[in-house]
Every structure is written in structure tokens, then in C-alpha cells.
């Protein structure tokens, strides 16, 4: 190669969108784009780990963006528009990519084709919760109740199509009961919206309700995933109680633009698996039930979202559940 040539190239490269982020000054910011409200699972998460992961990118800093909408759909179509350069990211989560494409056929993007899989940041578990002034004290006790009064109760979820909504629809089919559906923009509405009486009860993550529930306004009656985590994992499964192979939790992961080139996608899912390895954040991250993974690559993680696609696609047809978009 001649000299010129390697000038040429040595330009080219500097210029490329992964050299461009390595090189990038600490002031550049990369956002975290959060399909839910705030004060839902995935925005706790978010938060938690954007606060330790500009220190793993040479002190860029990382801010969190919340663009709620769709089941998730809005911030996911948003992403994939973005400049393939590692600057936006989007907190995917099981609705985004698992439950939405297992639901619906008219999304704005394709789970896998439009994105670039970063990193997986942590699994959550799900419970069912209803107030504590309700006076419900068992899983037995709010079927009971649901069962003597059909039609007039309801439960709330996230949004059309989020994992709360398939859970609390799978939640209602399996135990034979009539209720409504109430959506919000998020968990952290939902979760107002049940503690004032709108609503009966709410399938959702543990780290939405943790608070509620420690401070007796909400009280947790099972845990609607099989694995155990966090403050809940003693209570009984839902799997347990009635509903055979009920099994409900999310999760969250980083994903960037399609097209994303490969060294950004390695220097960042080293950032998310630095920061995710603090004994702090996982400490953090545990107390409010969401299971730190620190190891995860671009690959397993691309694998881990085509395994969670298929399960909830299996669900979908196993149930019958129909979701009418809104």
C-alpha cells in the first residue's frame, strides 16, 4: 500500500461513525431512549444503570429520554430512524419486542431486522397487586370476588399491548373471570390509578409497586413469574394458584439503530457489562427486584430476544388472547 493510500484510508477511518464515537468528547451525549413514562420498571432501570455508564464511556454523559406511546411502539419506531452512530439508544423491553410483534401485525418496525442488539441489562419479575383498602387478602379472595361480580371490575396496564396487559388478559382467561382493561401511559400511572380505586388490581414488576407495597398502601398477593426475585420472591406463583405454566416478567436491553457498526456496539455493550458488574448498581437494582446480567454480548443478546419472541408468540396462540390495537 502507498503512502497516499494509507493517508486515504487513515482519513476514511476517522471519519467513520465508529471512530468518530471513540473519539468523541466527553460532552457528547448518548440518550437512553425509554419507551414508558416515567416512574415505570423500565425507566427506574434505565435511570439506575445511565447513572453509572457515562463513567464506563470515558465520562461522556448519558441522559434518559422517555417518549411514551403505542405499547412501546413510539420510542421504538423513534430509534430506528436515528443516525446509526451509537448516540441514541432504545431501552427495549419484553413489550417492545416480544409481546407488541406477538400481538400485532401493523407495527412500525420489525423487532429484529431494525435494530442492533447492544447489551442485556436485567430481567424483572412481575406480581399481581391490589390495594390494601380493598380488603382482598388472597389470590382465592380476588377471584371470589371477580367471579360474584362479573363485569364490574377492571385492572390497569402500562398501555395496549404492554407486558402487564397480556399478563392481566392471560391473568383473567385462566381464571374464568369477566373484567375490563384500563390503560395508561406507563406503569407509574397505572400504579396511581390503582391506588386510588380506579382500578381493582394490576399485573406489574416488582420495581413499579415495591414502594407501594412496603409502605402498605398496596398488597402483593403472588408473583406472576416463576423465577424469584427481589423483594417478592417468597410470595407464591401464580403458576401455583390456579393458572398452570403462568409466567410473566420483562426485561430491559439495549439496542441500538440497525447498521450501528460493529466497534460501537462492542465499546458500549462493554460500558452497559462494566457498569452492570458495581456491586452497587446490583445492589440497587435487586432491592427493587431486577436481576442485574453483566456478561451478556451482541450476540446472545440477539439470541435471547428471537428465544423471547417465539415464547410469546407461543402464549399468544396457547391463551387465544386478542388485543385490539388502539
Avoid: C
Avoid at 122 to 139: E, H, K, R
Amino acid at each position: 500500500m502507498t503512502f497516499h493510500r494509507r493517508q486515504a484510508l487513515a482519513a476514511a477511518l476517522a471519519l467513520s461513525p465508529a471512530a468518530a464515537l471513540a473519539q468523541a468528547p466527553a460532552g457528547r451525549a448518548i440518550t437512553l431512549v425509554v419507551p414508558f413514562a416515567p416512574g415505570g420498571t423500565t425507566d427506574i432501570g434505565a435511570r439506575l444503570v445511565a447513572a453509572r455508564l457515562g463513567a464506563h464511556l470515558g465520562g461522556q454523559a448519558v441522559v434518559v429520554e422517555n417518549r411514551a406511546g403505542a405499547g412501546g411502539a413510539t420510542a421504538a419506531d423513534h430509534v430506528r430512524r436515528q443516525p446509526a452512530d451509537g448516540a441514541t439508544l432504545l431501552i427495549g423491553t419484553a413489550s417492545t419486542h416480544a409481546v407488541n410483534p406477538a400481538l400485532f401485525t401493523d407495527l412500525p418496525y420489525d423487532p429484529i431486522r431494525d435494530f442492533a442488539p447492544v447489551a442485556l441489562l436485567g430481567v424483572t419479575g412481575f406480581v399481581l397487586v391490589v390495594p390494601a383498602a380493598a380488603g382482598i387478602a388472597d389470590m382465592a379472595a380476588l377471584v371470589a370476588r371477580l367471579k360474584a361480580e362479573p363485569g364490574r371490575h377492571n385492572y390497569a396496564s402500562a398501555g395496549v399491548g404492554s407486558m402487564p396487559h397480556l399478563a392481566g388478559e392471560w391473568f383473567a382467561t385462566g381464571a374464568g373471570v369477566r373484567v375490563e382493561h384500563v390503560a395508561y401511559r406507563g406503569g407509574g400511572p397505572a400504579l396511581q390509578a390503582l391506588l386510588t380505586g380506579e382500578v381493582t388490581y394490576m399485573v406489574e414488576s416488582a420495581p413499579t409497586v415495591a414502594g407501594a407495597i412496603a409502605d402498605g398502601r398496596l398488597r402483593a398477593l403472588a408473583r406472576a413469574s416463576l423465577r424469584r426475585s427481589g423483594p417478592q420472591a417468597d410470595l407464591p406463583a401464580i403458576a401455583e394458584l390456579g393458572i398452570p405454566g403462568f409466567d410473566a416478567e420483562t426485561w430491559i436491553l439495549a439496542f441500538a439503530p440497525a447498521g450501528t457498526p460493529a466497534p460501537v456496539v462492542a465499546r458500549l455493550n462493554a460500558a452497559f457489562n462494566a457498569a452492570l458488574a458495581e456491586a452497587e448498581l446490583v445492589r440497587r437494582l435487586a432491592e427493587v427486584g431486577t436481576i442485574a446480567v453483566p456478561d451478556s454480548t451482541p450476540e446472545t443478546t440477539a439470541t435471547f430476544v428471537r428465544n423471547e419472541g417465539d415464547r410469546w408468540r407461543r402464549v399468544v396462540a396457547e391463551t387465544g388472547v386478542r388485543i385490539t390495537r388502539q
